[in-house]
């Protein structure tokens, strides 16, 4: 046939799997991680605790765990287990790689300024990154039904991004939209897939990320200082 009308193609003929399948996916990684996912909820705690800290050896240690949570989740669940059916997550599986390779390198040598903020600030904001974490990886659980498929930070990519996307916000803004410009396609990418799967609690998750990504481009967590 020499007509061919793409334009009578929906986003679900190119998609090789379904809702159970992809469901499936957590449930698989949680059984083979086995007891490994204790890493990734002390790493949760551990990014929190370290939020409340606020110093700079603190913001250099917040984004060496999101750097090797990067890497757990692209060449893990990504590479691993989701890019055997759905090839373009194999690509985002690199693609978080180089990610973590960019928040190694700002870690380790971004000259970090400025005092950490008040105390009770930084109090409100560990503990708020901490309960939406836990929070949004429950909803691939209330999505399937099974415990077995909780989506941890460290693992689930969509969980990761949604939490590292307001950790990024300790970078000033001038290089902040480097490392958001991942985070967005991303959303992109999964809200379409999950839409297109019919996993509505799920699309919640990057329909989120994708409004605090974009509100990140411009906002900054630090109130503008006046002299009166």
Avoid at 91 to 98: D, E, K, M, V
Wanted: glycine content about 6%; charged content about 10%.
């Amino acid at each position: 046939m020499t007509d061919v009308f793409w334009f009578s193609y929906s986003l679900s003929d190119f998609l090789m799997f379904g809702p159970e399948v992809f469901l499936r996916l957590f449930v698989r990684i949680n059984q083979d991680f086995w007891p490994w996912q204790g890493g990734a909820v002390a790493m949760m705690v551990l990014v929190a605790g370290l939020l409340v800290r606020g110093d700079k050896p603190a913001k250099r240690a917040v984004l060496l765990l999101l750097a090797a949570a990067w890497i757990w989740s692209g060449a893990g669940f990504l590479m691993e287990y989701y890019g055997p059916i759905n090839i373009p997550a194999t690509w985002f599986g690199w693609a978080f790689i180089l990610q973590a390779a960019l928040l190694t390198v700002a870690a380790l040598v971004w000259p970090w300024d400025g005092s950490p903020e008040k105390p009770a600030r930084q109090w409100h904001a560990g503990t708020a990154w901490l309960a939406m974490t836990a929070l949004l990886s429950l909803l691939a659980v209330a999505q399937s039904g099974n415990w077995q498929a909780i989506a941890l930070f460290g693992i689930a990519p969509d969980v990761t991004i949604a939490a590292s996307v307001p950790c990024l916000l300790l970078l000033p803004r001038r290089v902040r939209w480097l490392f958001l410009l991942l985070p967005l396609l991303w959303s992109v990418f999964s809200a379409a897939t999950l839409w297109t799967l019919g996993t509505r609690l799920m699309f919640v998750l990057p329909l989120f990320t994708l409004v605090l990504t974009v509100m990140s481009f411009w906002f900054s967590p630090r109130p503008v200082q006046n002299r009166d």
